[in-house]
């Protein structure tokens, strides 16, 4: 109660001071106009009636007072709107207090007291300063809206007036409306003011528009000879609503590519995706597709034609005997491709898709040398073959395709590949082929293993043993068209179905189930080790399989073998019979074998046999016939003992290898001989490369296979890492061999290493257009393991150059500059990336997701703390105060923002911004302030992305930085910096644009 009455006396003590303050002025100016005070007596006498009663309200009120008192009449009295104008211009009076009295007036019936208020309204918007603090902020704006919006209403009343009497004083005030508004037309401040109000009040604005069509369109109907041509061209020219619209700029391109002779981002980006992630739908791939279009500004045509272009690099970039990758590449080109156009054609249905798309082939036929090179590489025209297949999806005509074709005849440097018959078939058309053989595949048989199984064991079998003839074709076309997983299930669940007999069965019976398990196990072994496990773990129907239980406890991959002691636990019975098997050569398969249990437990009697040959107990002839009686009918099983062995190896030391690498040197050996099972030739075929990947670490050097060793053991990976990009660079493209170097330096060295030493080598040109090209190949080389390179250079490489103080050349421009659209682009394109449900590629490490984040906080903070008091002690996150907190910074009126601060994207976004909000509050202007500026210019680049970035800088860092260097942001790029769709951005943009207007030059 005693609160309430307090504060009801502070509200008459206010309202009894304003009172005083009004009568006071009112003796003054009847004092001043009969005395006839110049402008600079007037305000020395109001000024101190203002501060002697310190009533803001009451300051108001005087604005009212002196433009009522000047109003009077018919006439307005000059010498009291001087005195006005004198004190608003002096900040006695609030200006918006002034404006918001004009906008009220609305006596046409005096059109000399109009004029005087246009003229009044366009010198103070024109030649006031600026100011944030006392007008409220958004206030302003408003004000300025309503100011604009009654100027074009005075004019179309005017105009109406003066189309009905055609008298002077409406001629002479539609004329000094349009020019009041030309003159407002001309400050950057007042439409950076006015677009902020838009998005405020977004009606007012709507309405401001149709007033102006109305005043046009009354224009229109004033006789030509009624009024002059300069007063018709002044109105039929205003601008200030169009210069409002065009404040909302087009932002540049991140990365310019018009002068560049290929886009070595996309065709980059092509060939990973070809030769790492063959398995990978392609959905994520269409939408980095989009981002990169975004970031380039490129045309769609252009855009098809650079992906196009990177499969015809990579077709010729084939080396002869690489059959997977060529397998890989011809896929990708002529089965992935097509669903990519067509994927694309889906998602922007309102383009002229077909005509950009036969503009793309177009330009590819300009490449007439590389077409002709990957023709006499292959050996057929690649060319005729892709456009078939897009002809077949309807994204070409068949019109489009014979242009096509009949302009690629007339181009070509050679003879034109014959359609017939050769020794060798391309392998563009043996993918072709493979590709409805799958579907075939998949349909037929393996659709009875539901209904029963006993009955068509010999036809599946049939289909095995005629698909060992092209497998590796086979797996192609299945990878490119999203059918590989499908067809593991399949191939799973037989080898569920044929591990054991379901009842009674004959000698034939138990052969051909055991030709089924053998060719399924090892079909399965070869497709896990190409494209990674995660292939078949992906399916929790299958995970209990034995198949898929034997991969997660023995198979080796990328050389990392597991633990003996968590293989599959053995049954001593069992062990105990194979023994007895292998020492007699008596036949384990008689009774209706369970050969899911014969894998599991002959790896253990392998190991007593070998002990029992380290004893002295066996004979080196006794072991080779054993090891002959282990491979003689089922090659799953060496499959196994090879799996075992390797990692029991991998656990002895030099001395102790020797007779266990003699018994795998005998046990990969295939037999020979007329006698031996049906197919085992291919089967063999088949076990000898699954086995080859498992062994390739083990074995001694010198008994190794010749295989690409693209990081020497005698070589240090950071030299291996320079030679690597300096060849990539120096080309503009990344070709296999590098390729496959730089994937292998990222799993053995990690992605912050490989993240430093990336952004080192693409800094070291010294030209700019050489600067650019590295950008566009390292932000396509960042795609390798995008999630995981985009957190490293957040939380690792940055923080490092910007706590260093040894950093200024990397920084300072234009390698700042350069550094800064790396980081845009690379966090733009893991952001896109996360919304997208992705297969892991192989070679990745384990996702950043997965590990704890509850200490990340705790942990980030001392980590950079330390570093600053190592290497810059006068930047000091904590005395700025900086938290999480600051993206709860809002107003009343706007909805908290919903931010994930678990997200580990979000979180080194977070702890970068705060680290160069620090670097900006330091007060020393430095390359590293140019970083950060160039960091947030390029990040409004980013179209519609960059809202995502932007919303994690801190709200005083734009003001700050504009303190520092004024007008490094000019008022439209600080319209895109701020979130127009709030209060608090819209305070913020405001705040900034005020500050600056002291800088505008009209």
């Given at each position: 109660?005693?609160?309430?009455?307090?504060?009801?006396?502070?509200?008459?003590?206010?309202?009894?001071?304003?009172?005083?303050?009004?009568?006071?002025?009112?003796?003054?100016?009847?004092?001043?106009?009969?005395?006839?005070?110049?402008?600079?007596?007037?305000?020395?006498?109001?000024?101190?009636?203002?501060?002697?009663?310190?009533?803001?309200?009451?300051?108001?009120?005087?604005?009212?007072?002196?433009?009522?008192?000047?109003?009077?009449?018919?006439?307005?009295?000059?010498?009291?709107?001087?005195?006005?104008?004198?004190?608003?211009?002096?900040?006695?009076?609030?200006?918006?207090?002034?404006?918001?009295?004009?906008?009220?007036?609305?006596?046409?019936?005096?059109?000399?007291?109009?004029?005087?208020?246009?003229?009044?309204?366009?010198?103070?918007?024109?030649?006031?300063?600026?100011?944030?603090?006392?007008?409220?902020?958004?206030?302003?704006?408003?004000?300025?809206?309503?100011?604009?919006?009654?100027?074009?209403?005075?004019?179309?009343?005017?105009?109406q007036q003066f189309l009905e009497s055609e008298q002077t004083e409406h001629q002479n005030l539609l004329h000094s409306g349009a020019l009041a508004l030309q003159a407002m037309a001309q400050s950057q401040t007042i439409a950076s003011l006015l677009y902020i109000a838009r998005a405020e009040n977004s009606e007012v604005y709507n309405n401001m528009e149709q007033t102006e069509l109305n005043m046009r369109g009354t224009l229109s109907q004033i006789p030509q000879d009624s009024i002059s041509a300069e007063l018709r061209h002044d109105v039929s020219n205003l601008d200030i609503l169009k210069n409002v619209k065009q404040m909302a700029v087009t932002p540049d391109a991140v990365l310019?590519?018009?002068?560049?002779?290929?886009?070595?981002?996309?065709?980059?980006?092509?060939?990973?995706?070809?030769?790492?992630?063959?398995?990978?739908?392609?959905?994520?791939?269409?939408?980095?597709?989009?981002?990169?279009?975004k970031l380039v500004k490129c045309k769609r045509s252009y855009l098809f034609c650079e992906v196009l272009r990177g499969c015809f690099i990579g077709l010729v970039d084939l080396k002869p005997g690489e059959s997977q990758e060529q397998f890989r590449m011809c896929a990708f080109t002529y089965l992935k491709v097509p669903q990519i156009l067509q994927k694309i054609q889906q998602q922007s249905p309102s383009r002229d898709f077909v005509s950009d798309l036969e503009a793309g082939f177009e330009r590819l036929l300009h490449s007439t040398s590389m077409l002709d090179l990957a023709d006499s590489r292959h050996n057929c025209d690649l060319l005729g073959f892709l456009l078939g297949e897009?002809?077949?999806?309807?994204?070409?005509?068949?019109?489009?395709?014979?242009?096509?074709?009949?302009?690629?005849?007339?181009?070509?440097?050679?003879?034109?590949?014959?359609?017939?018959?050769?020794?060798?078939?391309?392998?563009?058309?043996?993918?072709?082929?493979?590709?409805?053989?799958?579907?075939?595949?998949?349909?037929?048989?393996?659709?009875?293993?539901?209904?029963?199984?006993?009955?068509?064991?010999?036809?599946?079998?049939?289909?095995?043993?005629?698909?060992?003839?092209?497998?590796?074709?086979?797996?192609?076309?299945?990878?490119?068209?999203?059918?590989?997983?499908?067809?593991?299930?399949?191939?799973?669940?037989?080898?569920?179905?044929?591990?054991?007999?379901?009842?009674?069965?004959?000698?034939?019976?138990?052969?051909?189930?055991?030709?089924?398990?053998?060719?399924?196990?090892?079909?399965?072994?070869?497709?896990?080790?190409?494209?990674?496990?995660?292939?078949?773990?992906?399916?929790?129907?299958?995970?209990?399989?034995?198949?898929?239980?034997?991969?997660?406890?023995?198979?080796?991959?990328?050389?990392?073998?597991?633990?003996?002691?968590?293989?599959?636990?053995?049954?001593?019975?069992?062990?105990?019979?194979?023994?007895?098997?292998?020492?007699?050569?008596?036949?384990?398969?008689?009774?209706?074998?369970?050969?899911?249990?014969?894998?599991?437990?002959?790896?253990?009697?392998?190991?007593?046999?070998?002990?029992?040959?380290?004893?002295?107990?066996?004979?080196?002839?006794?072991?080779?016939?054993?090891?002959?009686?282990?491979?003689?009918?089922?090659?799953?099983?060496?499959?196994?003992?090879?799996?075992?062995?390797?990692?029991?190896?991998?656990?002895?030391?030099?001395?102790?290898?020797?007779?266990?690498?003699?018994?795998?040197?005998?046990?990969?050996?295939?037999?020979?001989?007329?006698?031996?099972?049906?197919?085992?030739?291919?089967?063999?075929?088949?076990?000898?490369?699954?086995?080859?990947?498992?062994?390739?670490?083990?074995?001694?050097?010198?008994?190794?296979?010749p295989n690409p060793q693209y990081v020497p053991a005698n070589s240090l990976p950071a030299d291996v890492m320079a030679t690597t990009l300096k060849a990539v660079f120096t080309q503009g493209w990344l070709d296999m061999d590098n390729l496959h170097c730089l994937e292998a330096l990222l799993n053995l060295c990690g992605s912050d290493w490989f993240a430093d030493r990336q952004v080192q080598h693409m800094l070291e040109s010294h030209r700019v257009e050489e600067m650019h090209v590295n950008l566009g190949l390292a932000a396509a080389i960042t795609h390798m393991d995008l999630e995981h390179i985009a957190l490293s250079v957040l939380l690792h490489t940055l923080p490092n150059l910007?706590?260093?103080?040894?950093?200024?050349?990397?920084?300072?421009?234009?390698?700042?500059?350069?550094?800064?659209?790396?980081?845009?682009?690379?966090?733009?394109?893991?952001?896109?990336?996360?919304?997208?449900?992705?297969?892991?590629?192989?070679?990745?490490?384990?996702?950043?997701?997965?590990?704890?984040?509850?200490?990340?906080?705790?942990?980030?903070?001392?980590?950079?703390?330390?570093?600053?008091?190592?290497?810059?002690?006068?930047?000091?996150?904590?005395?700025?105060?900086?938290?999480?907190?600051?993206?709860?910074?809002?107003?009343?009126?706007?909805?908290?923002?919903?931010?994930?601060?678990?997200?580990?994207?979000?979180?080194?976004?977070?702890?970068?911004?705060?680290?160069?909000?620090?670097?900006?509050?330091?007060?020393?202007?430095?390359?590293?302030?140019?970083?950060?500026?160039?960091?947030?210019?390029?990040?409004?680049?980013?179209?519609?992305?960059?809202?995502?970035?932007?919303?994690?800088?801190?709200?005083?860092?734009?003001?700050?930085?504009?303190?520092?260097?004024?007008?490094?942001?000019?008022?439209?790029?600080?319209?895109?910096?701020?979130?127009?769709?709030?209060?608090?951005?819209?305070?913020?943009?405001?705040?900034?644009?005020?500050?600056?207007?002291?800088?505008?030059?009209?």
């Amino acid at each position: 109660m005693a609160s309430q009455t307090a504060g009801t006396s502070q509200q008459m003590a206010g309202k009894s001071d304003s009172q005083g303050l009004i009568s006071r002025v009112k003796s003054l100016l009847v004092r001043a106009w009969r005395e006839r005070w110049p402008d600079i007596q007037w305000g020395i006498h109001f000024k101190r009636l203002v501060h002697t009663s310190n009533s803001e309200a009451g300051a108001r009120e005087c604005a009212e007072i002196l433009l009522q008192e000047a109003l009077v009449g018919t006439h307005p009295n000059s010498l009291i709107l001087s005195y006005l104008k004198h004190a608003t211009f002096s900040k006695l009076l609030p200006v918006s207090a002034t404006f918001q009295y004009i906008t009220n007036y609305d006596d046409f019936s005096k059109p000399h007291c109009l004029l005087a208020l246009v003229d009044l309204a366009q010198h103070l918007s024109t030649y006031m300063g600026f100011s944030y603090g006392s007008e409220g902020g958004l206030a302003l704006c408003h004000t300025l809206q309503s100011l604009v919006y009654w100027l074009l209403k005075v004019m179309l009343r005017s105009a109406q007036q003066f189309l009905e009497s055609e008298q002077t004083e409406h001629q002479n005030l539609l004329h000094s409306g349009a020019l009041a508004l030309q003159a407002m037309a001309q400050s950057q401040t007042i439409a950076s003011l006015l677009y902020i109000a838009r998005a405020e009040n977004s009606e007012v604005y709507n309405n401001m528009e149709q007033t102006e069509l109305n005043m046009r369109g009354t224009l229109s109907q004033i006789p030509q000879d009624s009024i002059s041509a300069e007063l018709r061209h002044d109105v039929s020219n205003l601008d200030i609503l169009k210069n409002v619209k065009q404040m909302a700029v087009t932002p540049d391109a991140v990365l310019d590519v018009s002068s560049m002779p290929i886009c070595s981002t996309i065709v980059t980006m092509v060939m990973q995706e070809a030769i790492l992630n063959p398995t990978s739908d392609i959905q994520p791939f269409v939408d980095q597709l989009f981002i990169i279009e975004k970031l380039v500004k490129c045309k769609r045509s252009y855009l098809f034609c650079e992906v196009l272009r990177g499969c015809f690099i990579g077709l010729v970039d084939l080396k002869p005997g690489e059959s997977q990758e060529q397998f890989r590449m011809c896929a990708f080109t002529y089965l992935k491709v097509p669903q990519i156009l067509q994927k694309i054609q889906q998602q922007s249905p309102s383009r002229d898709f077909v005509s950009d798309l036969e503009a793309g082939f177009e330009r590819l036929l300009h490449s007439t040398s590389m077409l002709d090179l990957a023709d006499s590489r292959h050996n057929c025209d690649l060319l005729g073959f892709l456009l078939g297949e897009c002809t077949k999806l309807n994204l070409l005509s068949a019109a489009q395709q014979k242009s096509i074709t009949a302009k690629r005849v007339s181009d070509m440097d050679r003879p034109r590949p014959t359609d017939q018959q050769q020794a060798n078939q391309p392998c563009a058309s043996l993918i072709l082929r493979a590709e409805p053989t799958v579907s075939s595949i998949l349909k037929m048989p393996f659709q009875t293993l539901d209904a029963d199984y006993s009955k068509n064991q010999e036809a599946q079998l049939g289909v095995l043993q005629h698909m060992l003839k092209s497998f590796e074709l086979i797996m192609a076309a299945a990878a490119a068209t999203g059918k590989l997983q499908t067809f593991c299930f399949k191939l799973i669940k037989f080898n569920e179905l044929a591990k054991q007999s379901p009842g009674p069965e004959g000698g034939k019976g138990s052969t051909t189930r055991a030709l089924l398990f053998d060719i399924s196990f090892l079909m399965l072994c070869h497709i896990t080790q190409l494209y990674g496990s995660e292939l078949i773990t992906s399916n929790m129907e299958c995970i209990n399989t034995f198949f898929v239980q034997w991969v997660l406890r023995c198979l080796p991959e990328d050389g990392k073998y597991k633990s003996v002691d968590i293989s599959m636990s053995s049954d001593s019975s069992k062990v105990d019979f194979l023994l007895n098997a292998l020492t007699s050569g008596s036949d384990y398969t008689q009774g209706s074998p369970k050969w899911h249990e014969i894998c599991n437990n002959m790896p253990y009697a392998i190991q007593e046999v070998l002990f029992a040959w380290e004893h002295g107990s066996l004979s080196s002839d006794s072991i080779k016939m054993i090891l002959n009686y282990v491979k003689n009918r089922m090659l799953s099983l060496p499959v196994c003992v090879v799996a075992w062995m390797c990692s029991y190896i991998n656990m002895l030391s030099d001395d102790a290898r020797t007779k266990p690498l003699s018994m795998l040197q005998q046990l990969i050996q295939p037999l020979s001989g007329d006698n031996l099972p049906s197919y085992y030739a291919e089967r063999s075929q088949l076990m000898q490369s699954v086995v080859h990947k498992m062994i390739q670490d083990i074995l001694p050097p010198a008994q190794r296979r010749p295989n690409p060793q693209y990081v020497p053991a005698n070589s240090l990976p950071a030299d291996v890492m320079a030679t690597t990009l300096k060849a990539v660079f120096t080309q503009g493209w990344l070709d296999m061999d590098n390729l496959h170097c730089l994937e292998a330096l990222l799993n053995l060295c990690g992605s912050d290493w490989f993240a430093d030493r990336q952004v080192q080598h693409m800094l070291e040109s010294h030209r700019v257009e050489e600067m650019h090209v590295n950008l566009g190949l390292a932000a396509a080389i960042t795609h390798m393991d995008l999630e995981h390179i985009a957190l490293s250079v957040l939380l690792h490489t940055l923080p490092n150059l910007l706590l260093s103080a040894d950093s200024h050349a990397m920084l300072t421009d234009p390698r700042g500059y350069t550094l800064a659209k790396f980081s845009v682009m690379t966090v733009t394109a893991a952001q896109a990336a996360r919304s997208v449900q992705k297969e892991s590629r192989r070679g990745r490490k384990r996702s950043r997701n997965e590990f704890d984040l509850d200490d990340f906080d705790d942990f980030d903070s001392r980590h950079l703390q330390t570093k600053r008091a190592k290497m810059e002690p006068q930047i000091t996150l904590d005395s700025e105060g900086f938290n999480f907190d600051f993206l709860n910074v809002k107003e009343d009126t706007d909805a908290a923002p919903v931010i994930d601060t678990k997200d580990p994207l979000n979180k080194a976004l977070i702890n970068l911004f705060r680290l160069m909000n620090a670097i900006v509050h330091d007060g020393e202007i430095s390359p590293k302030t140019s970083f950060v500026i160039g960091f947030i210019d390029e990040a409004v680049k980013c179209g519609p992305h960059a809202r995502y970035i932007l919303q994690f800088m801190p709200s005083n860092m734009l003001s700050q930085i504009l303190k520092c260097i004024p007008g490094v942001f000019e008022n439209e790029k600080v319209l895109q910096i701020c979130d127009l769709t709030n209060t608090t951005g819209r305070k913020i943009a405001t705040k900034v644009v005020c500050q600056s207007a002291r800088f505008e030059r009209d």
